[in-house]
């Protein structure tokens, strides 16, 4: 029986019942009874020769139990078994936050059809994780070459996710992060540093992100987004970011930071944000990445605030951080992600790791809430077609922290998401996503898949993939090889798809764009090689090949983008021809 999340108590009964096809309904009794399970998603369905009933406590039990109703007829049409289903999830709050600012995106139709999705596998929280491209009125010049999205478009999409009973909480970086905002004329005065600084490993620069909290101008600007953006949403919540503040202390604070210490002007600061958020009838959520290096400071944290507790690693030490927060009393979320960033395919392996240990240790220790993130970095080439599967395996964790069937997974992934009826996308999509295995080879926050094709110029030292152009030197031909072959081989796979609706045809179309993506770095590591070696008459039959396919791919990407997404593919797969260019610099 293929359901996702897993019910925590399923027993199947003799025979069958079947739908009337004349009012369906009046055959399906909803009671709302003491006798469903003691949880506000609690339910009990039971299917029984004579109907179906429904038991809940309060209106997320219902809506939780029609989910899986839906599931089941999707999966049984009409004639479906008798059975006893009694559920509530572990965590409160269940969430899915989609990066929407490093090059990609979303059209309006496409968060639509993300968030219906995900309200049948029990996700009731989605945060769109937004540095600059919300379209505020005195920042067009700031957002409009990236596509933004419109007050419009966020209203409607705030009223149709709580027809779905999710809530949509606004996400607006507000300390970090500001990169793009802070390019802008006006408002580069705000910047803790006006001019990019060598990080200190000394392999990239870092460009301003960090606004200066001891500006005059600064508490009015994020004032001034507040009250254009929290208007357009009803979610009770609304989260400012604050992660990842390197260059405080280093600019216009720098003297503030020596007399209090870099740790007390960064609490002082969120408090500041934080008095802005609760006058605006908020809670505010932060990243907890800062703070917990100040361990002390936790307990001076508003006891209304929520702390969101990150990690994307396999052995992300989520227990002993959660446990600061638990102590502290300061309510939080545990957030590991989908791992599919810099990766084109993902790193399956880490990211189910990564899932599974944030749901162990959130649970042991009180969250209130697991947000499962889906970050863009490096241009956000990867579509949702690759984030899928851990989208899905996050919102059966989040349900119920310890049971995720795997053949289960790809059941549904295929009947309710691909909507392929060969069964052949979900296959693909998660083997895709272990390729990078036969690489021999691990990174953090990445696989030579995603860096490699999309490596920046070395001369602009940006920081995202930055290692891409190197990994030649330490993979083997044969792994390469093998590597490229698995990826063929489930391209392979998905030819033989049968998708049953245009979009499970788009979803199918970006799972092996982002493979050929994937097959382009496989083949410019063997250039490189090549090259290398001195094997000159290879690497002028690899270069030819290759500047042909590139070329082929970056027509089609081009011609898929604006099925789903927003503005141009500007900034999000330039690198493909910047591998064409370092392809013909020997003319070949």
């Known amino acids: 029986m293929n359901l996702l999340p897993l019910p925590r108590s399923l027993k199947v009964l003799r025979g069958t019942f079947t739908l009337p096809r004349q009012k369906p309904l009046a055959s399906i009794k909803v009671v709302c009874t ?78 639509l059809d993300l968030a219906e999705k995900l309200s049948d596998l029990k996700i009731n929280e989605l945060q ?17 070459s990236w596509g933004a999205l419109t007050a419009k478009e966020i209203q409607t999409l705030d009223a149709r996710c709580r027809e779905l009973g999710i809530d949509l909480v606004p996400n607006q970086n507000s300390f970090g992060h500001l990169r793009y ?94 008095r802005e958020v609760s006058g605006r009838g908020k809670t505010m959520m932060f990243w907890g990445d800062i703070i917990l290096k100040y361990p002390a400071l936790i307990r001076e944290l508003p006891k209304d605030i929520i702390a969101l507790n990150w990690g994307y690693e396999a052995d992300h030490p989520f227990e002993k951080e959660a446990a600061q927060f638990a102590k502290a009393k300061i309510p939080f979320y545990v957030c590991p992600g989908t791992s599919t960033w810099q990766t084109l395919l993902g790193r399956h392996d880490n990211g189910l790791a990564n899932l599974r240990a944030a749901a162990k240790a959130g649970k042991k220790l009180g969250a209130i809430g697991f947000l499962n993130t889906d970050w863009g970095d490096g241009g956000h080439p990867q579509p949702l077609a690759v984030s899928w599967p851990l989208f899905a395996a996050g919102a059966a964790l989040a349900w119920n922290a310890s049971a995720l069937d795997d053949k289960a997974l790809a059941a549904v992934l295929n009947r309710d998401v691909y909507e392929d009826v060969a069964g052949k996308v979900a296959s693909a999509a998660l083997k895709l996503g272990f390729a ?73 179309n970006e799972l092996d764009l982002a493979a050929r993506m994937a097959a382009q770095s496989c083949k410019f590591m063997l250039w490189q090689q090549a090259v290398t070696a001195g094997k000159d008459s290879e690497a002028k039959r690899l270069a030819r090949q290759s500047i042909r396919e590139l070329q082929k791919l970056d027509q089609d990407f081009n011609a898929s983008w604006p099925l789903r997404n927003k503005a141009t593919t500007r900034h999000c797969s330039p690198f493909l021809k910047w591998r064409i260019a370092e392809l013909k610099r020997n003319k070949w």
């Open 181 to 274: 905002f802070l390019e802008d004329p006006r408002l580069k005065k705000l910047g803790e540093l006006s001019e990019p600084y060598e990080a200190e490993t000394k392999d990239f620069l870092r460009r301003p992100t960090t606004l200066a909290p001891n500006h005059p101008g600064t508490l009015p600007f994020l004032r001034g987004l507040y009250d254009e953006l929290l208007p357009n949403f009803t979610s009770k919540f609304f989260n400012i970011g604050g992660d990842e503040t390197w260059d405080l202390g280093k600019g216009q604070s720098k003297k503030l930071c020596a007399a209090k210490g870099k740790n007390r002007v960064y609490l002082d600061f969120v408090k500041k944000i934080h």
């Open 34 to 111: 003491s006798s469903a399970p003691a949880q506000p998603e609690g339910y009990a369905l039971t299917i029984s020769k004579d109907g179906i009933e429904i038991c809940f406590r309060e209106p997320g039990g219902l809506r939780a139990a029609t989910a899986t109703l839906r599931q089941l007829l999707r999966e049984y049409g009409r004639r479906l078994p008798c059975l006893r289903i009694r559920d509530w999830p572990d965590f409160q709050r269940r969430g899915v936050m989609l990066d929407i600012s490093r090059g990609r995106v979303p059209k309006l139709e496409t968060l």
């Open 436 to 508: 990078h295995q036969k690489l021999g080879v691990k990174a953090m926050n990445e696989t030579p898949l995603g860096t490699v094709i999309a490596a920046p110029k070395p001369a602009d030292r940006e920081l995202f993939c930055r290692n891409g152009l190197k990994w030649f030197a330490k993979i083997p031909a044969k792994n390469i090889q093998a590597t490229l072959d698995e990826i063929e081989a489930q391209r392979s796979v998905l030819a033989h798809a049968k998708p049953r609706s245009g979009l499970g045809k788009i979803l199918a």
């Open 128 to 144: 769109l994780y937004t540095e600059h491209t919300f379209a505020y009125r005195n920042y067009k010049s700031v957002w409009q």
